[in-house]
């Protein structure tokens, strides 16, 4: 079983900079597929930016060049760098696992979720 718990978010102005992390408890993660996701109330969670077990990034059209995810395994967690960031990213976001050694940013192969996190960007 895998918890991960998320930290960072908040409240920040546009161009301004945020970093989300998530930890890992309870499996290593270098064997998995690890991702970011946003929702909005009342829409579907849609994909972010995902990172395999070696490293294979996949990024959503609307955010590349802005954010970046990374990992570090020596102590399993996962980040998601967001900069220059737009009222539009308003979401809350989550991190998600899988043991896996594909690359994927569909949520259904997704198996484990963080709690969320909330990102405000204001005009």
């Known amino acids: 079983q895998v918890q991960l718990v998320q930290s960072g978010g908040g409240s920040v102005q546009a161009g301004g900079s945020l970093r989300l992390s998530c930890a890992a408890f309870?499996?290593?993660?270098?064997?998995?597929?690890m991702g970011w996701f946003r929702q909005a109330p009342g829409k579907e969670r849609e994909g972010v930016a995902s990172i395999s077990s070696d490293g294979r990034t996949i990024y959503a059209d609307s955010v590349k060049g802005r954010f970046t995810i990374s990992k570090d395994n020596a102590k399993n967690t996962l980040y998601l760098q967001m900069n220059s960031l737009k009222p539009e990213d308003t979401d809350m976001y989550y991190c998600a696992a899988e043991f896996s050694r594909g690359s994927s940013l569909y949520e259904a192969d997704f198996g484990y979720w963080g709690q969320g996190t909330q990102v405000t960007v204001s005009s």
């Open positions: 309870g499996h290593s993660y270098a064997s998995y597929l």
